[in-house]
């Protein structure tokens, strides 16, 4: 009898372990794969029992409840709290699971289980096609950058396919460092070979025969989970000198970051990877021309990355065929913060956030009423419900002075003072600027004490707020200092409630 | 609170730990990382020994060594609790929950216990987003934390 527990981070937080323990006790006998998340954080510790119906879920399983579960040996389709079929479930049936297609059903360090379950077809297609073709392939897919800006993939690629050098480098971002993102770490931990994958298939495609994966050290179980996948990768000829007997060579190395917000930066991490202070560096030139160590270099998001072996598995029309407008394909939203139902939920581009809040999400986990979104994590803007008809799409966001950025939505209920929120974003800023900037490095120093005086109820600070988010936005070289506006800007503009409230009171 | 090592054993662990490295491109963060592993901060006469080998002055040693949060210049208490204060956290209390625990251990950010216990640190996400407020004990995660679940913590 075969059953399924997630070892993934979240299911770990919520005690998947000592519900492990407590089932090995249980029932002796029994086969426990430890796989990655569905993503249902909701109904973690997900248990998920092997029937001919498919894996019936039970969730969420503490280990306390186990005994009572197991006292008539294995759960079943009629045990009580059997919730159906998992791929039935309302959650999962309306995803469309590309690019985590494995993700929370195979163990993920089982090579032969990736392997059956279409992993490596990407890459065997991409080993039969030229660079150029795979570079073409990979822009007709309208694939763009997951980590926030969007650039399209091909085209990143074929810069540095057709930039000359004795080296090129394939960088994977793995920093996710946006509060409310975890799609990086579920791939990580749930199919780490996919991931190489797609930095192999990148490497084929632009003539690099080097990649690091930069992990962020927040993530220690993702960074655990990588190293042996690496290992195990190079053990069967999926790296080293000769991917899979083709004659091409890739090596991964994983490099650990050390808590530095701005590292996310593509710059900045390749500072950070060559040793050096990480403050973010001008461009031009590109990365694509000079990047790592002065070498043409693709940086790309993990999710991007990820997303390029079913791609060239399926094909580019296939993976376009799906979104909205210029944003095709699928996206990994992460629902999060005060909501009901949180986790990972795939789908293509197009929802709004109406579907995606009160419906996927099922509201606030409080039951109170929800009063903004915060999407595209630090740097992204505050959406109040009258904007929830905005469809998720790089463009439909940025014409509501917003952005989509890593996909994270985080959800908040009525208690929260949108004050506070401003300042948090400046103080934020403070603290992670790299220092390269005066806008960036003073002006969220002084964003703060600004707020702390509207929050007092001094006259004429809303004005000098906005004055400094305009020179921050046009003066800073990066999206630090550029973008941290946003959700200063929306807080004010959509509730400027909560930044009167000391005049009222007075 | 344990001791300071004695600069002759930093010195020599840190050549060998420099020694495993050498072939690395760009070397210098995963030594840093190697040597705090090892010692549970960075001790002061390890940064000659780096900048030397890694052909770098001290000062641009200790500029990146400082940048990052990750490393300490002291030794952490015996217990480290990073709680997380970004935004979906803030979203389900963490910002409560942080006032709980530096009043209940009475220290600030980044600081420890009198009796070397526990060092509370704050973290910006680890990635547990949808089971906030969460916190990373001693590198193990922990999703869902309340005032009383983190008495708990630092109690046992
Ligand atoms: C302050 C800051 C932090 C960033 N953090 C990340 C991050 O954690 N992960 C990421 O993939 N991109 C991050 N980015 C975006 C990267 O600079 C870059 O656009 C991205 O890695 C390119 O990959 P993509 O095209 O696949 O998205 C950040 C940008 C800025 C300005
Ligand atoms: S905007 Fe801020 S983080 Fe970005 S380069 Fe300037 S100072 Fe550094």
Redesign the pocket.
């Known amino acids: 009898m075969r059953l399924y527990l997630s070892q993934d981070a979240a299911a770990k937080a919520l005690g998947a372990e000592a519900t492990a323990a407590a089932i090995r006790a249980a029932a002796p006998g029994v086969d426990l794969v430890r796989t990655g998340a569905r993503g249902m954080v909701w109904l973690e510790p997900l248990l998920e029992v092997e029937a001919p119906e498919g894996r019936l879920a039970f969730g969420p399983v503490t280990a306390a409840e186990v005994p009572d579960l197991f006292a008539e040996g294995v759960p079943g389709a009629s045990h009580p709290r059997c919730l159906g079929p998992t791929e039935a479930l309302p959650w999962m049936k309306r995803q469309t699971r590309l690019t985590f297609a494995r993700c929370g059903v195979i163990d993920p360090l089982d090579l032969a289980a990736y392997e059956a379950h279409g992993g490596l077809a990407g890459l065997r297609r991409a080993l039969g096609m030229t660079p150029e073709a795979i570079c073409a392939e990979v822009t007709e897919s309208g694939l763009?950058?997951?980590?926030?800006?969007?650039?399209p993939?091909g085209i990143?690629w074929n810069t540095v396919r057709q930039t000359h050098a004795d080296r090129k480098y394939i960088v994977c971002?793995?920093?996710?460092?946006?509060s409310g993102?975890f799609a990086?770490r579920m791939l990580m931990e749930g199919d780490p070979f996919c991931l190489i994958e797609g930095m192999a298939i990148a490497g084929r495609a632009v003539g690099a025969d080097r990649g690091f994966v930069y992990l962020?050290s927040e993530y220690p179980d993702a960074i655990r989970v990588m190293q042996v996948a690496v290992d195990r990768a190079r053990a069967a000829g999926l790296l080293g000198p000769s991917l899979l007997g083709s004659g091409q060579a890739f090596e991964i190395e994983i490099r650990v970051g050390a808590g530095a917000?701005?590292?996310?930066?593509?710059?900045?991490?390749l500072n950070s990877l060559e040793g050096k202070r990480p403050v973010?560096r001008a461009k031009p030139p590109l990365p694509a021309l000079q990047g790592l160590f002065g070498r043409p270099t693709v940086?790309?998001?993990?999710?991007?990355?990820a997303s390029v072996p079913v791609i060239l598995a399926g094909g580019a029309t296939f993976y376009a065929g799906f979104g909205l407008g210029r944003s095709r394909g699928t996206v990994p939203l992460q629902i999060a913060g005060n909501v009901k139902f949180g986790g990972l939920f795939e789908a293509a581009f197009g929802l709004s956030l109406f579907e995606i809040i009160d419906d996927i999400g099922g509201g606030t986990a409080s039951g109170r009423p929800v009063k903004a979104v915060q999407v595209g994590?630090p740097?992204g803007a505050y959406f109040p419900r009258d904007l929830f008809d905005t469809p998720f799409g790089y463009e439909e966001f940025a014409g509501q002075e917003g952005l989509i950025g890593?996909a994270g939505i985080v959800v908040f209920d009525d208690t929260v003072d949108m004050l506070a929120q401003a300042r948090f974003a400046m103080e934020f800023c403070a603290v992670?600027s790299c220092g390269k900037c005066t806008p960036c490095r003073i002006g969220s120093v002084r964003g703060v004490e600004v707020v702390d005086r509207i929050a007092r109820g001094e006259p004429g600070q809303i004005a000098l707020l906005r004055d400094l988010c305009e020179t921050m936005k046009f003066g800073s070289l990066?999206?630090?200092g550029?973008?941290t506006p946003y959700p200063v800007l929306s807080a004010l503009t959509h509730f400027p409630e909560d930044f009167d409230r000391a005049r009222r009171a007075a | 609170m344990p001791a300071s090592p004695e600069p002759d054993l930093v010195v020599a662990e840190t050549r060998a730990i420099l020694a495993d490295h050498s072939a690395r491109e760009g070397p210098l963060l995963p030594v840093l990382h190697a040597v705090q592993a090892r010692f549970g901060h960075l001790p002061r006469a390890a940064l000659p020994v780096i900048a030397e080998a890694l052909a770098l002055s001290r000062a641009e040693v200790h500029g990146v060594a400082s940048f990052y949060h990750d490393f300490r210049e002291a030794p952490a208490g015996c217990q480290v609790v990073k709680l997380c204060r970004a935004e979906a956290c803030q979203a389900v209390g963490a910002r409560e929950l942080a006032e709980h625990a530096q009043a209940r251990l009475g220290i600030g950010w980044g600081e420890t216990t009198p009796d070397g216990s526990v060092t509370l640190e704050p973290v910006f996400c680890l990635g547990l987003c949808a089971c906030g407020p969460a916190a990373l004990v001693d590198g193990d995660v922990v999703g869902r934390l309340t005032p009383e679940g983190f008495d708990r913590l630092v109690a046992s």
């Open positions: 763009r950058g997951r980590g926030g800006a969007g650039f993939t990143k971002n793995a920093d996710e460092g946006d993102t990086d962020r917000y701005v590292c996310g930066e593509e710059t900045s991490l973010v940086v790309n998001n993990v999710i991007s990355l994590g740097l890593h992670e990066c999206a630090l550029g973008f």
